[in-house]
Every structure is written in structure tokens, then in C-alpha cells.
């Protein structure tokens, strides 16, 4: 699926409803899980319409980052930084309970030395993981063998929107924007293709008479 740029994202947000009904019609028991990063407007869809929800794995990890900076902020510490870096991803991606552990973690870190920059990523790192820890239940997601990472999402934005739209020179209207990528989607997803074409020798292609 894809939709051009629009504000509040409603027209994609729509389709994307119908395609989990639909979904959800043709496979009753599947457990439906929601994985994006943080931001509000993904959590505001996902969060009513799935059983299972999951921050991207690799954003969270990027979160404590900042935490080791904080932890080690000397250039002389730089392998105890990366070393507790490792270390503490690798909690959160398969300890129980790593998530909330991690942020009482980061809340007892000293901040007197810390320079501004620093100590405001510190800040943020807590909130995300404040906001956000109950949805970073790694270790439960792969033993069930559910998926922890939305780059396969991401790389398919690439693949459907910018390798067509955004070559050198290229302008275009939302009408035929949003026609190309219709056809991309379809192209590009198994099956999709030749179902298109099966409604089509079914029901015909509507036309406007003058």
C-alpha cells in the first residue's frame, strides 16, 4: 500500500483499515500486532486495532545511546562506553523486564556533570522509555517468533515511493502520483497483480459517460 503526502495521513489510514478487515475476514485467528517507532499518530491507529504492540526494536536501542554517554562521557572511556552500550541491548532485546529495568538505570545516572546537550538526550532517552517500556517486550516477542523490527517497512518505502517518484528531474501531482503508486503496490505484492485483473474480467472497469 501507498498514498501521497497528505495531512493527518487519512485517505492512506483508511485504506489501511480496510486491508486489517479484511485481513482480519480471511484469517479469524491470527494474532495481529502493531510495530512502529514512537510517534504519537502511529500509536493513536495501531493501538485499537491490534492485540500486540511493539516499539521498532532498533529505535529503541538508539535511545541508549544516550545513556552511555552519559554513563561514560570521558573520550578515555570510550570502550566502557561501548561495552555497556552492547551490553545493555542485548538486555533489551532478550531479558524479561530489561525495558523497565533500563529506565530505572537511566533515572540514577548522575547528571551534575553532564554538559546541556547531554543531559537533554539523557532526558530523552528516559521519556521514551518512560512512555514507551511496555511496548519493548523483546524477549516475549521472540519466543513467539513475532517480528521486533520495522526496517522491512522502511526498506519498502523505498522500494514503492522513492526509487519511482524521486528520480533527478521528476515533478508530480497528487492525481498521477497516486495512480503510479497504486499500480507499484500492486505490482510489487505477491498475488496482487493477478487479482486485479481477476475483478476486472468480473466486474468489468467502470467508465464515465458524457
Not at 495521513?9 to 486491508?19: A, M, V, W
Not at 545513556?67 to 541491548?89: G, I, N, S, T, Y
Amino acid at each position: 500500500m501507498a498514498a501521497t503526502p497528505e495531512y493527518g495521513k487519512q485517505t492512506f489510514l483508511g485504506r489501511l483499515e480496510r486491508e486489517l478487515e479484511r485481513v482480519k475476514a480471511g484469517y479469524p485467528q491470527a494474532r495481529i500486532i502493531g510495530l512502529a517507532d514512537g510517534a504519537e499518530d502511529h500509536w493513536r491507529f495501531l493501538n485499537p486495532r491490534t492485540e500486540v504492540q511493539l516499539i521498532d526494536c532498533y529505535h529503541a536501542s538508539g535511545y541508549l545511546q544516550a545513556a552511555a554517554e552519559a554513563a561514560f562521557r570521558r573520550a578515555e572511556d570510550k570502550v566502557q562506553r561501548e561495552q555497556w552500550l552492547h551490553e545493555r541491548c542485548h538486555r533489551l532485546k532478550h531479558e524479561p523486564g530489561a525495558a523497565q529495568a533500563l529506565l530505572g538505570e537511566m533515572q540514577r545516572l548522575p547528571t551534575t556533570e553532564l554538559n546541556t546537550t547531554q543531559r537533554e538526550q539523557l532526558q530523552s532517552a528516559i521519556t521514551y522509555f518512560a512512555n514507551h517500556h511496555p511496548q519493548m517486550d523483546y524477549a516475549t516477542a521472540l519466543d513467539h517468533h513475532w517480528p521486533i523490527g520495522s526496517g522491512v517497512t522502511e526498506a519498502a518505502c523505498k522500494t514503492v515511493v522513492k526509487q519511482r517518484l524521486c528520480r533527478s528531474g521528476m515533478r508530480w501531482k497528487a492525481n498521477g502520483a497516486a495512480v503510479v503508486l497504486s499500480l507499484r503496490a500492486l505490482i510489487l505484492t505477491p498475488d496482487r497483480w493477478r487479482q486485479f485483473w481477476d475483478k476486472l474480467d468480473r466486474f468489468g472497469f467502470p467508465v464515465a459517460v458524457s
